[in-house]
């Protein structure tokens, strides 16, 4: 049986998105301000018919700049495309507002994407604190990519904040490559009054280990007027620190590649003939807004601007639906040929979000309490008969390039030998 989503792609849901208006979030959610949300049972209204595996999957939308990045021979050109795909891996995260279900302990999820020549697995390996491991290999070993994640969310009143911990690693085999790098933060604003919208901020730095070559792109915050929304900015530097392109677009669209020097008299340029007038439109701007309670989310610029002289860009385009926002790419149905083919402990087998895809809210509310329920219980059973839990696919370990904490894969998953599996549904 061929595991993949092309084969059983929806482009609808059995049901249509529920309404959230009865709904008190306030009244919820004032009780969690400055706590850490991963130790808070979250209302189901929050979630949308996903488990956080899923969502990191969408890592993979764009593997072909991958594909891409190991035809070329030059890594300052390699850089541009992996940088690239660290990028567009948080696009889908735009519009995104519905919360993944958080996995079980020992939870997994596997695909396999015969025509973009890759399989992947997760599995849920801690739940205090949660950490999702994953571990994704090409179909012909041209490269891998695999990093460990622990979210960690926090309210501030009006806002959710979500610190992506953990490493991200992409090896190219062919090249003898290896690049690390950690994912920007995300805000998520309006969570009680006015419209949802997120932003990415924060500095990642992308390290090529072999050669000393390093990316490092400034995720940048709307600031005050909301000029500088989805915008992100960078360099590519070697090892002796000379700089040899510049990276500019936007993580929602697209980003360019172009040489310092042609940068640096664009935005000289720019400055000149900026004037008083886009500050002055930037300021009635703020007025016009600067009374109402909410963040307000600012006028979205269309496109990103080309400065002349950019050979070429490195794109993509991101398909959200409806429903919850969430991407056409994992939008999988669980098809008969499945069962008894991936793991019993995958979360498309998971009741409580089958219910909820359907349309069946209280169903998936109660099935939801049941297995947070049954996961407790059997803490219980483990401490009683003081076991430690043992993660199936992963162990942990340290990152051999960075040094830091992270979950290894340990192999063997598509061999299918599922019966020493937990029975966690």
């Known amino acids: ?37 991963s130790k808070i049972t979250m209302p189901i209204v929050f979630n949308e018919p996903l488990s956080f595996l899923q969502r990191i999957t969408e890592y993979m939308e764009h593997t072909y700049l991958i594909h891409k990045a190991c035809t070329l021979s030059d890594s300052i050109e390699r850089m541009q495309l992996v940088a ?18 958080n996995p079980l302990l020992g939870e997994t999820f596997e695909l396999t994407r015969d025509e973009e020549g890759y399989r992947m697995i997760s599995e849920q390996v801690s739940h205090h604190p949660p950490i999702s491991a994953f571990y994704t290999e090409s179909l012909n070993q041209d490269f891998s990519f695999h990093g460990s994640i622990y979210p960690k969310l ?19 085999s062919k090249h003898r490559e ?6 920007p933060m995300c805000c998520v604003h309006n969570v009680i009054l006015g419209k949802l919208w997120i ?23 709307c600031g005050m007027f909301g000029k500088e929304l989805h915008r992100v900015e960078g360099h590519i530097q070697d090892k002796s620190k000379k700089k040899h392109q510049v990276i500019y677009g936007k993580w929602t669209e697209c980003v360019y ?45 269309e496109t990103v601007t080309m400065i002349p002289g950019t050979p070429n860009d490195l794109s993509w385009v991101t398909a959200c639906h409806a429903y919850s926002h969430f991407n056409f790419f994992f939008l999988d149905s669980l098809e008969p040929g499945m069962i008894g ?11 409580d979000i089958r219910a909820m895809e359907n349309g069946d809210i209280d169903t998936a509310s109660q099935e939801k309490e049941r297995l947070e329920e049954k996961q407790r219980a059997a803490r219980r059973e483990r401490a009683k008969d003081e076991e430690e839990w043992s993660a199936r696919w992963f162990q942990q370990g340290n990152n051999r390039y960075t040094g830091a ?21």
């Open 257 to 301: 590649s172009i040489e310092p020097k042609v940068y640096e008299v664009n935005k000289k340029a720019e400055k000149k003939s900026g004037g008083d007038s886009k500050k002055h439109k930037q300021v009635q701007s703020e007025q016009s807004t600067g009374g109402d309670d909410a963040d307000e989310m600012p006028d979205v610029q």
């Open 84 to 101: 690239a795909f660290a990028i567009s891996a948080v696009a889908s995260q735009w519009d995104r507002t519905g919360k993944p279900f």
């Open 178 to 183: 290896a690049y690390t790098w950690t994912n």
């Open 1 to 37: 049986v061929c595991l993949q989503y092309s084969s059983s792609l929806q482009t609808t849901l059995p049901a249509p998105m529920f309404s959230r208006n009865d709904f008190s979030v306030w009244g919820f959610l004032k009780k969690c301000i400055g706590m850490e949300l």
């Open 199 to 221: 932003e990415q901020y924060g500095t990642v730095e992308i390290v090529n280990h072999s050669t000393g070559d390093k990316c490092v792109l400034n995720f940048k915050p």
């Open 154 to 172: 926090k309210f501030w009143g009006k806002s959710v904040e979500a610190e992506p911990k953990g490493t991200m690693t992409l090896e190219l």
């Open 341 to 351: 083919v991936i793991a019993p402990t995958d979360c498309r087998l998971r009741p």
């Open 405 to 425: 904490a992270d979950w290894i894969y340990k192999g063997g998953y598509f061999d299918r030998r599922y019966s020493d599996l937990p029975d966690i549904y």
